[in-house]
């Protein structure tokens, strides 16, 4: 079974001395999710990913996600996660990450095939991800997905492996990464290094999730090439094939949709105050005139929506504020050759006694707001 070297790393849990081992009671699913869970085991035992226990402290239900047409098996780790205290280590911010990669000539985008169980459960500790299901009691050899840390440990393990490409021709997101090349004669020798590398850790590919050497393409939801920074069109259409919401949970369905793409909408808050209010459980649900104004005016605005820029370090960036009655704004900017052009928009709505602040006051608020989301540009 190939897989990271656990001389280089592997997951250790770092359970709580006092922590009590946890069994949970078994829970009993429908025929058709059994035959899926045996099928997926079976294969998981083929591939030497887990093991049969038994004598276990920790046990474990499975639980299925949906996933598609199809389900997606999980372990419900919920009981072990509280015993183990939270690894600090540090999972890269996604919007600089898609900041630094905006610009570039060519980009590999791929994906690490079962990403996490590429990396080996420490010996001491395989025993405690043990789980149950109808055809007996399993453990994990290597990472599974659900535990509290596995996130760390990969982002860690990648540091390790990548740390003399990353941030200068390879960026990451846990198992999501991407080569990038400012100058597209540079991409193969790029490549060429990620890969040796690679191949020495014995790191594998997903082929179906990868993509190699093209101008543009996904990454962490967001659309990046040359161009710049373009809003994921699923996200976009997801809002343009909405109908005039009916219901609190429809307006609450489009708020999060909005919110998704609150970095390329201006004003974002201010625009959608009408939907605010009548989310607010006082007032009954009424789809108002200046509600389906204001959905429209989205539409519009989503029907071609700007290319944000990247900061690049040392020049000169703009940031304008905006105060209205019931939110504040902000809009980052950078000029080259006389024109300005978008990096970052923030927004946020006024709760409360924030609504009656003076204008100072606002304004001071908008700087604070901007400042906590727009620190790294500065």
């Known amino acids: 079974m190939p897989g990271i070297d656990p001389n280089l790393i592997c997951h250790k849990l770092a359970v709580r001395p006092d922590a009590k081992p946890i069994q949970q009671k078994?829970?009993?699913?429908?025929?058709?999710?059994?035959?899926?869970?045996?099928k997926e085991t079976a294969t998981l035992l083929s591939i030497k990913h887990i093991r049969p226990v038994i004598h276990v402290e920790w046990l474990a239900n499975v639980v299925l996600a949906p996933k598609g047409d199809t389900w997606r098996m999980c372990v419900d780790y919920s009981d072990l996660n509280?015993?183990?205290?939270?690894?600090?280590?540090?999972?890269?911010?996604?919007?600089l990450l898609v900041d630094e990669t905006a610009g570039c000539e060519l980009?590999?985008?791929?994906?690490?095939?079962?990403?996490?169980?590429?990396?080996?459960?420490?010996?001491?500790?395989?025993?405690?991800?043990?789980?149950v299901t109808a055809d007996g009691v399993y453990c994990y050899i290597v990472m599974p997905f659900g535990l509290r840390n596995a996130m760390a440990t990969f982002q860690r393990m990648i540091g390790m492996l990548f740390k003399?490409?990353?941030?200068?021709?390879?960026?990451?997101?846990?198992?999501?990464?991407?080569?990038?090349?400012?100058?597209?004669?540079?991409?193969?020798?790029?490549?060429?290094?990620v890969f040796s590398i690679m191949e020495k850790a014995s790191?594998?590919?997903?082929?179906?999730?990868?993509?190699?050497?093209?101008?543009?393409?996904?990454f962490l939801g967001y659309m990046m090439s040359e161009r710049g920074?373009?809003?994921?069109?699923?996200?976009?259409?997801?809002?343009?094939?909405?109908?005039?919401?009916?219901?609190?949970?429809?307006?609450?369905?489009?708020?999060?949709?909005?919110?998704?793409?609150s970095r390329f909408l201006s004003k974002l808050a201010d625009k959608a105050i009408p939907f605010f209010q009548i989310m607010k459980k006082a007032n009954p649900f009424q789809?108002?005139?200046?509600?389906?104004?204001?959905?429209?005016?989205?539409?519009?605005?989503?029907?071609s929506p700007l290319v944000l820029t990247k900061a690049d370090p040392g020049e000169?960036?703009?940031?304008?504020?905006?105060?209205?009655?019931?939110?504040v704004s902000a809009a980052l900017l950078k000029e080259s050759e006389g024109v300005q052009r978008p990096i970052y928009f923030v927004s946020k709505a006024l709760n409360g006694p924030e609504t009656r602040y003076t204008l100072m006051e606002k304004t001071i608020l908008a700087l604070i707001a901007s400042i906590k989301r727009l620190a790294p540009y500065f």
Request: aromatic residues 10%.
């Open 229 to 261: 920074i373009e809003p994921n069109p699923e996200k976009v259409k997801a809002i343009m094939d909405m109908e005039a919401p009916k219901n609190l949970k429809d307006v609450q369905r489009l708020t999060g949709r909005l919110a998704a793409l």
């Open 26 to 38: 078994k829970r009993y699913m429908a025929a058709d999710r059994r035959d899926f869970i045996r």
């Open 203 to 218: 790191m594998r590919l997903n082929p179906k999730k990868c993509a190699f050497a093209v101008r543009g393409g996904k």
């Open 107 to 131: 980009l590999s985008f791929m994906d690490a095939f079962r990403g996490y169980h590429q990396v080996f459960m420490h010996p001491d500790d395989a025993e405690k991800t043990a789980f």
């Open 82 to 95: 509280k015993a183990c205290p939270m690894d600090p280590y540090p999972v890269p911010r996604i919007d």
């Open 287 to 303: 789809w108002t005139p200046e509600c389906q104004t204001a959905f429209e005016d989205f539409k519009v605005y989503l029907s």
């Open 164 to 193: 003399d490409v990353l941030g200068k021709t390879m960026e990451a997101y846990v198992d999501d990464i991407l080569i990038k090349s400012k100058k597209k004669e540079d991409h193969v020798q790029d490549m060429e290094r």
């Open 316 to 327: 000169r960036l703009y940031m304008y504020l905006a105060v209205a009655d019931l939110a």
